[in-house]
């Protein structure tokens, strides 16, 4: 049997089960996220609470001012066993012709939210699902229906001696090359979105995604505008929850970088964004990767072990990554 392109979305819950093996669920659909509130804060509770890749919140902020806003379609499917919630899938479609998404625009929609022995059983209910969606950065119990491809994790080591030491001498010379070059800047810490010093390092940033995409219309503005404001609510959010990681620096008294990630797990962060001054006169700075090398010896003091730029491996990052970690995509099964 064929799966056309619509499918599993034009069945009924009960088709669904059926046709997938699913039997010994109850599933249900839900086309809002204020439905699915009370059974998602359950599994949360229950799998990973505190998380903000897996917080109700958080995935309700990117569809209100994100996906909503762009006419997309909202399909959360909620699988029980016996009264008890056991995976929620939040996915949304922007158009007729485009595939159905787990929110892969943004960090924390890159996870499945069950637990990783269960994921296994709807590989094939979620084969229609457009298939980089279904990343994780944890290992399933069940890998059949996975395959893997190399993470950006950094591991920090205990100092940061330690962590030089396992690099060539000609990339540690290019790092002390930019600590030299920004030598005069003040960093500092915190673990708040500082909105209003952010507003002019915003505006250059975001002129730099425009020109970088070529957007020429006001629906490409658009799009890397409300991309880049969904992103700053979430780091709110992550501050709300304890987990946000913020620094800042300054050239005399003028801002001209910020650097945000978040904490995950019990001794991992997320590497999430970096606005900076994206003028020529700025440029010498390597201003994102010196935000990065500042970032990690933040981590390092607060005792966090792995630093995660998964999200976003832009090849100037590759030469920090010092491990042989692995993800996990979700493929799309075959069938006769």
């Given at each position: 049997m064929k799966l056309d392109s619509a499918a599993p979305f034009d069945l009924s819950p009960k088709e669904m089960a059926d046709r997938f093996g699913l039997s010994d669920f109850e599933l249900a659909v839900h086309l809002d996220y204020d439905s699915v509130r009370t059974h998602w804060i359950e599994l949360n509770k229950?799998?990973?609470?505190g998380e903000l890749s897996l917080d109700w919140q958080s995935h309700q902020l990117i569809w209100e001012h994100f996906y909503q806003v762009r006419y997309g379609r909202?399909?959360?499917?909620?699988?029980?066993?016996?009264?008890?919630?056991?995976?929620?899938?939040?996915?949304?479609?922007?158009d007729a012709s485009a595939p159905w998404s787990l929110c892969d625009e943004f960090i924390?929609?890159?996870?499945?939210?069950c637990p990783p022995d269960l994921i296994h059983r709807f590989a094939l209910l979620l084969?229609?699902?457009?298939?980089?969606?279904?990343?994780?950065?944890?290992?399933?119990?069940?890998?059949e229906s996975f395959l893997t491809a190399p993470?950006?994790?950094?591991?920090?080591?205990?100092?940061?001696e330690t962590f030089w030491a396992g690099f060539?001498?000609?990339?540690?010379?290019?790092?002390?090359?930019?600590?030299?070059?920004?030598?005069?800047?003040?960093?500092?810490?915190?673990?708040?979105?500082?909105?209003?010093?952010?507003a002019g390092i915003l505006r250059s940033q975001l002129d730099y995604w425009v020109r970088k995409k070529n957007a020429s219309s006001e629906d490409e503005y658009s799009y890397s505008r409300d991309k880049i404001h969904t992103d700053l609510k979430l780091m709110e959010r992550a501050a709300e929850m304890g987990k946000l990681m913020s620094l800042y620096f300054y050239e005399g008294k003028q801002l001209i970088a910020a650097n945000f990630s978040v904490r995950r797990g019990k001794n991992g962060?997320?590497?999430?964004?970096?606005?900076?001054?994206?003028?020529?006169?700025?440029?010498?700075?390597?201003?994102?990767i010196f935000a990065i090398l500042e970032n990690m010896n933040f981590c390092r003091?607060?005792?966090?072990?792995?630093?995660?730029?998964?999200?976003?491996?832009?090849?100037?990052?590759?030469?920090?990554?010092?491990?042989?970690?692995?993800h996990y995509h979700l493929y799309r099964p075959q069938k006769a």
């Open positions: 229950s799998y990973k609470d909202l399909w959360i499917l909620c699988a029980m066993q016996k009264g008890t919630v056991r995976a929620i899938f939040p996915m949304i479609k922007e924390i929609g890159r996870e499945y939210f084969s229609s699902i457009h298939q980089e969606d279904m990343s994780s950065f944890y290992l399933p119990h069940n890998t993470s950006g994790v950094i591991d920090l080591k205990v100092d940061a060539k001498q000609k990339n540690q010379k290019e790092y002390q090359r930019i600590r030299r070059i920004n030598a005069d800047l003040i960093t500092e810490r915190d673990h708040v979105v500082r909105r209003e010093e952010i962060v997320d590497d999430y964004l970096c606005l900076r001054d994206c003028s020529e006169t700025q440029k010498r700075r390597s201003l994102g003091d607060q005792g966090l072990c792995f630093y995660d730029l998964s999200a976003c491996m832009a090849p100037y990052k590759e030469s920090l990554i010092n491990t042989q970690m692995t």
